[in-house]
């Protein structure tokens, strides 16, 4: 969207609502998403238009993007399946996910999503999908971030996207993040612009943030533009 008043007053807002945790108001079926709105709606419009039968999750927290993911293919109607993966899946979350309705579209793996036996296993759970989608939300570090991208980039069949999540921290103060390992300068859009030099299967698709406004993942919706 082609208004630089609007973008500055887009940018202003969403600072501030990220110092009052607004992803954190939202549930999906039930479930806390930790998610903006309208980047539920723009992996809505991803999810509809590419249609996958695998959709690959790293980073499962509570679980509401599994059961978003999930509700979506249920939707569609066909056998897709979502993969979550985490470090840490806490046990009261895994109780509340694997008894949700949409559990029967779900399965989990807990390890490092950079661990070579966790991607092993992902890449065998993916085997003869013919429409794969792929999401990473884990731990936002640029060389965590580097490695997902560079373990998990190969699923992603040509027409589909790799969305890589909370970019906008390189666009946040130099201090929003005292206590995490991440911040300006070390966070997922560094390492997307860092993959993006050498991996020519992706692009950026601008058009969705562009529409957006308002979204945690700008430079993060890559569309798969090669086999």
Known sequence: MENDNLQLLTQKWFVDSCKQKYSYNFTWMGRPIIQYPQDIVAMQEIIWQIQPDLIVDTGIAHGGSLVFYASMLELIGNNGQVLGIDIDIRSHNRVEIEKHPMYKRISMI??????????????EFAKGKQRILVTLDSNHTHDHVLRELELYSPLVTKGSYLVVFDTAVEDLPDDFFPDRPWGKGNNPKTAVWEFLKTNERFEIDRSIESKLLITVAPDGYLKCIKD
Not at 110 to 123: F, H, L, N, P, T
Request: glycine share 8%.
């Open 110 to 123: 807990e390890g490092s999503s950079i661990d070579e036996k966790v991607a092993a296993a992902v890449y």
